[in-house]
Nanobody, 120 residues
Framework: QVPLVESGGGLVQPGGSLRLSCAAS????????MGWYRQAPGKQRELVAG???????VYADSVTGRFTISRDNAKNTVYLQMNSLKPEDTAVYYC??????????????WGQGTQVTVSS
């Protein structure tokens, strides 16, 4: 069972918008930070945006002002609202969660990825 399930990817024209969602498919004792990464063909996976449990956010320079990350802690879900999309945003987007057990053991989980294609 994939621990994180993404949805919302697809094909969109330049300038358009998409909203990605990522929900935990199992329970965790605690989820600290959650984030979105992306990987374009021939490139390394890179952080797009991250959000701490308290709401502090971080963004890659390339998406600042266009993308917004948010989370619903009660639902263990993280969202990525992507506006003013550009062809260079085309990539597979992966959800990530940094977790802790009741003993304090750290865990890191990934979703299966969702394709975002920006093209006319």
């Amino acid at each position: 069972q994939v621990p994180l399930v993404e949805s919302g990817g697809g094909l969109v024209q330049p300038g358009g918008s998409l909203r990605l969602s990522c929900a935990a498919s199992r329970s965790f004792f605690r989820i600290n930070s959650m984030g979105w990464y992306r990987q374009a063909p021939g490139k390394q996976r890179e952080l797009v945006a991250g959000i701490a449990s308290g709401g502090t956010t971080v963004y890659a320079d390339s998406v600042t002002g266009r993308f917004t990350i948010s989370r619903d802690n009660a639902k263990n879900t993280v969202y990525l609202q992507m506006n003013s999309l550009k062809p260079e945003d085309t990539a597979v987007y992966y959800c990530n969660a940094d977790t802790r057990t009741s003993y304090g053991t750290r865990g890191e989980y990934w979703g299966q990825g969702t394709q975002v294609t920006v093209s006319s």
